[in-house]
């Protein structure tokens, strides 16, 4: 499997993209601004992208979602809960004040335990609550992509509209500590000393996952 982790837009966010080696079918995860690096890139590689796959609904983590779908037709996914969330009227007004390019409505809304297949691969959606209603992470090959559920060293903010620290916690020991040891950490921001790590070192090192707080 390619994985392409890109450090862009201006705050920073990790994208990524996941390719099949073989069909060349791809995902990308968090479209987060400069979209003609993301779109040269898969052009270079001759990618067909067929999902834009939000791990919330942050407007840092979604603002190039209109422009990659436009270029590529491919389906932006979201979880029920966050798309539900963004026509809350609180949360509405809260995030148009962010600065960010909204993004067009799901056209795949996941569950828990879902599953996305591109190429030779079988994304599974992981339901993770707590940063907002409709945080996922993606596990694919061993691989795990946390958006902004759990940091190198760190957990995802609550003190936005749709966070609460108690469900963030429980999402955390239920669904990532329970994890393989060797699963590879891919998170959304560069918060920690390392831009990966693996759910053993975070159990061990990491407060919020190895139940410290």
């Known amino acids: 499997m390619i994985i392409k982790q890109l450090q862009l837009g201006v705050d920073e966010v990790f994208c990524y993209i996941l ?27 001759q990618l067909n992208l067929l999902f834009i796959i939000n791990t919330h609904c942050h407007p840092d983590h979604t603002c190039g979602n209109k422009a990659i779908k436009e270029e590529t037709e491919a389906q932006i996914v979201r ?17 148009s004040r962010q600065g960010f390019y909204p993004s067009p ?8 335990g879902d599953h996305l297949i591109f190429g030779n691969y079988i994304l599974r959606i992981i339901h993770t609550p707590g940063h907002s209603p ?6 694919v090959d061993g691989h795990l992509f946390t958006g902004d559920t759990l940091f190198v060293g760190a957990a995802g903010r609550v003190d936005l509209p749709g966070g609460d620290f ?39 090192e990491n407060p919020y996952l190895g139940g410290k707080w």
């Open 19 to 45: 390719a099949c080696e073989d069909s060349r079918e791809s995902v990308i995860i968090d479209p987060c601004g400069d979209e003609g690096k993301l779109l040269a890139f898969i052009q270079e590689l």
């Open 79 to 95: 979880h029920e809960a966050d798309e539900l969330f963004l026509q809350d009227e609180t949360a509405k007004e809260y995030f």
């Open 105 to 112: 409505p799901a056209d795949k809304i996941v569950f828990d």
């Open 134 to 139: 409709g945080s996922i992470c993606l596990y």
């Open 166 to 204: 108690s469900t963030l916690l429980e999402s955390l020991a239920g669904k990532i500590a329970v994890l393989p040891d060797e699963t590879t950490i891919w998170p959304g921001h560069n918060y920690g000393y390392t831009v990966t790590s693996t759910v053993k070192r975070e159990k061990s």
